[in-house]
């Protein structure tokens, strides 16, 4: 008896080698170059066992097949994954092919998860793009325009908060994602709810609060291939609340305003739509406007601390202008531009898309790289080398939103302050090794002095 158990688990010991060293044969036998796996972690040991973010094993290999290949293979685990070392073959697959890799990588329990499952971000083929045709008209140039006052009086809030904190004309120490994500909330809140999420008021502010729980109910999903639910009960009753309430209250007291929720009013009156579509709806847009550009606007600021030339010639390209910028003026600062945009090269919110190593001295911050001799911002953009907001028909939807909700901001803070990194953070701070966006394992804490 013995002897047939030990013979049955051998036979089975063997089926699961041979299957596992099948799967790890993928890109060998399609000749695809790349590092040799080894089970379990295939080529991630080290952020599988929390050592470091996944990006970092990613980057090892890319600057170990980059000369040898134009693409190359690689496994997380058991799931293979196809490296692209070459800009050009990033156009090809996120561009011109974009119908044979259209769908993200996501799992997602659309029953257990109506509202982050609604996100166009998670979803596939036909239905992916219904709901994106459907939030696409939140984002044009008359919609942002109308907002851009909620977007003043948050860069408003922004200051004073920063005034009333700061005590006797000292400095005063911030953490920086903690100011930025005040701002945010605060402006996202308004653009879509038309609501003040009184986010500089306390210190724990609740919408906040509910915000941090989106962000981490999505987060989690995005991590886990496992389908369970990931979204707190009590951060999707709030968002369900607050869009039914505010939808309530502007058709009773018959309110039109040009934001982010009239027009899906518009859209659910047309077509019809469910709750629950109109609610998912708010929920993205919430998602993205809370957290990614809070991300940019709190590297920016680390970035123009550590670099105090940068810092004094975007104050004196914003000082030659009017005091209150336009929306037009605000978009056109090309020193603010490639201030922008070279955050973004160098600290993207959504690390995967964008490690692109094509540029002289790629870890410096640089935003003369960007001088319009040298090509302009576009010229990156063209190559393929600069994609923060990825590219192709799946680009970011909120790309111009984030581009006054981070501009505006930057421009008001280095305008009333002059910033410097504290002491207690550390030099060039690393993304955490458990983190899916680009969140530093340690907190920066800068300094704000009131000019
Ligand atoms: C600086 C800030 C932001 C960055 C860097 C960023 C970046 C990205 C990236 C890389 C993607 C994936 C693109 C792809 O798959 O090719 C994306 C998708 C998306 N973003 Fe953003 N984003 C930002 C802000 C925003 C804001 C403010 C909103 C809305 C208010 C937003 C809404 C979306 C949506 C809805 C998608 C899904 C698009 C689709 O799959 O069709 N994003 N974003």
New binding site residues.
């Given amino acids: 008896m013995f002897l047939i158990y030990f013979w049955a688990l051998l036979l089975i010991f063997l089926i699961i080698l041979l299957i596992i060293k099948n799967i790890y044969r993928k890109f060998t036998i399609r000749e695809i170059i790349g590092p040799i796996p080894k089970f379990p972690f295939g080529n991630t040991r080290k952020s599988a066992l929390g050592e470091q973010n996944l990006i970092y094993d990613v980057d090892d290999i890319y600057c170990q097949f980059k000369e040898k290949s134009l693409v190359c293979g690689f496994f997380v685990f058991l799931r293979p994954y196809l490296l692209a070392t070459n800009s050009e073959v990033i156009k090809e697959i ?1 561009v011109k092919e974009f119908k044979k890799f259209r769908n ?1 990588d996501f799992a997602v329990n659309l029953n257990k998860d109506p509202l982050i499952g609604r ?3 998670r979803l596939k083929n036909e239905t ?1 793009k219904l709901k ?1 045709s459907e ?1 696409i008209p939140t984002m044009t140039q008359i919609k942002l325009k109308s907002i851009y006052p909620l977007i003043r009086n948050g860069t408003k809030n922004l200051v004073d908060y920063i005034n009333r904190e700061i005590i006797n004309d000292e400095c005063k120490v911030f953490d920086a994602r903690n100011v930025s994500t005040r701002y945010t909330c605060d402006t ?1 809140t308004s653009s879509i709810f038309g609501i003040d999420a009184q986010s500089f008021e306390a210190d724990d502010p609740f919408y906040f609060k509910m915000g941090e729980g989106l962000v981490n109910g999505v987060v989690n999903s995005v991590k886990s291939w496992l389908p369970f639910k990931r979204l707190p009960h009590d951060v999707e009753s709030f968002f369900y609340d607050i869009t039914m309430t505010a939808i309530k209250f502007r058709q009773e007291n018959q309110i039109e305003r040009e934001d982010f929720l009239s027009h899906l009013i518009s859209l659910k009156n047309k077509i019809n739509m469910s709750d629950v579509d109109i609610v998912g709806h708010c929920v ?2 919430f998602l ?2 809370f957290e ?2 809070s991300l ?1 606007i709190h590297h920016a600021l680390y970035e123009l601390g550590r670099h105090k030339e940068a810092q004094q010639k975007l104050r004196e390209e914003i000082y030659s202008n009017d005091k209150e910028l336009s929306y037009e003026k605000l978009l056109e600062l090309p020193y603010l531009d490639q201030v922008f945009n070279e955050t ?1 090269r160098l600290h ?3 690390p995967f ?1 964008t490690r692109v190593y094509y540029y002289t001295s790629a870890e410096s911050f640089i935003p003369e790289r960007f001088n319009l001799e040298n090509g302009g911002v576009k010229l990156f953009k063209e190559r393929c080398v600069l994609i ?5 028909p ?6 111009k ?2 581009y006054i ?2 501009k505006a901001a930057i421009a008001e803070i280095v305008r009333n302050f002059e910033v410097t990194v504290d002491k207690s953070t550390p030099a060039n701070p690393k993304i955490g090794p458990k983190e899916y966006l680009n969140v530093t394992d340690h907190k920066l804490m800068l300094n704000f002095k009131r000019i």
Wanted: net charge neutral.
């Fill in positions: 996120i993200n996100s166009p971000f992916w994106r939030i996202i993205t847009l993205d406007g990614t550009t940019v973004l993207p919110p959504i898309t923060p907001f990825g590219d192709g799946r680009q970011c939807l909120g790309m939103f984030a909700q981070v």
